[in-house]
């Protein structure tokens, strides 16, 4: 079945620096999507993708879908201490298929 | 605009107990509907899903089944809880919508087994 894999599993910044993780997906997607889950919280939709090569910002995030649609990277320049979360991708394969395949996520900790 | 709730917020059950937990949504009709488990500090599994009324299919064999009694109402239940139950429970819905695939999760139920 679909996989999808990101990296890294954790990641420790200090304030003010950047971040980046990553996905690769096992198949081709329709769409991938990207979420936040704060500590103690729930999964809070942050952005889909569609395109090939697309590339959309929202403030200091920066998402980015492959040429090939097999990989995503969600970038945040200048982190902050509210970045703090678990980032997770989501692979959507479109059609009939009603799940989404999730990351493992990359949890963020921002040292002020 | 959409809510989903989702209740109790937490829960501290006996090995063996039964459970349920309930997940409703609002302003929206015919959602697909979804429960996740979340063990600490990892990933979703997801669990069950439904695309309608009575439409239940199941992603792990476990212990644990799935209901949707109504269009917006998806329950979750066991008949005798495990410890390995214990975890972050997060239903989620999705409009039926061609080519929107995301998905909306509620606040989730904190289950504890001992």
């Known amino acids: 079945g679909q996989q999808v894999m990101q990296i890294p599993q954790y990641q420790h910044v200090q304030e003010g620096e950047d971040f980046t993780t990553y996905c690769n997906s096992s198949t081709t997607l329709s769409n991938i999507q990207w979420y936040k889950q704060r500590p103690g919280g729930h999964p809070v939709f942050l952005i889909q993708l569609v395109k090939s090569g697309e590339v959309k910002k929202q403030k200091r995030l920066t998402f980015q879908f492959g040429e090939a649609k097999k990989n995503s990277s969600l970038h945040i320049t200048a982190t902050q201490t509210t970045d703090v979360g678990t980032y997770f991708c989501?692979?959507?394969?479109?059609?009939?298929?009603?799940?989404?395949?999730f990351g493992k996520g990359t949890l963020l900790t921002v040292n002020p | 605009s959409q809510t989903i709730h989702q209740w109790p917020a937490t829960l501290v059950q006996p090995v063996g107990s039964p459970l349920s937990l309930e997940c409703t949504v609002e302003?929206?009709?015919?959602?697909?509907l979804y429960w996740y488990r979340q063990a600490a500090g990892r990933g979703l599994q997801l669990l069950f899903y439904?695309?309608?009324?009575?439409?239940i299919s199941s992603e792990v064999p476990q212990n644990l089944s799935a209901s949707r009694p109504q269009d917006r109402q998806f329950i979750l239940s066991s008949k005798k809880l495990l410890l390995s139950d214990s975890g972050f429970y997060l239903c989620?819905?999705?409009?039926?919508?061609?080519?929107?695939?995301?998905?909306?999760f509620g606040p989730g139920t904190r289950l504890l087994v001992l």
């Open positions: 989620a819905w999705r409009a039926l919508q061609v080519g929107l695939e995301t998905q909306y």
């Open positions: 302003g929206t009709s015919n959602p697909n």
């Open positions: 989501a692979g959507g394969s479109g059609g009939s298929n009603y799940k989404l395949t």
């Open positions: 439904s695309v309608g009324i009575g439409q």
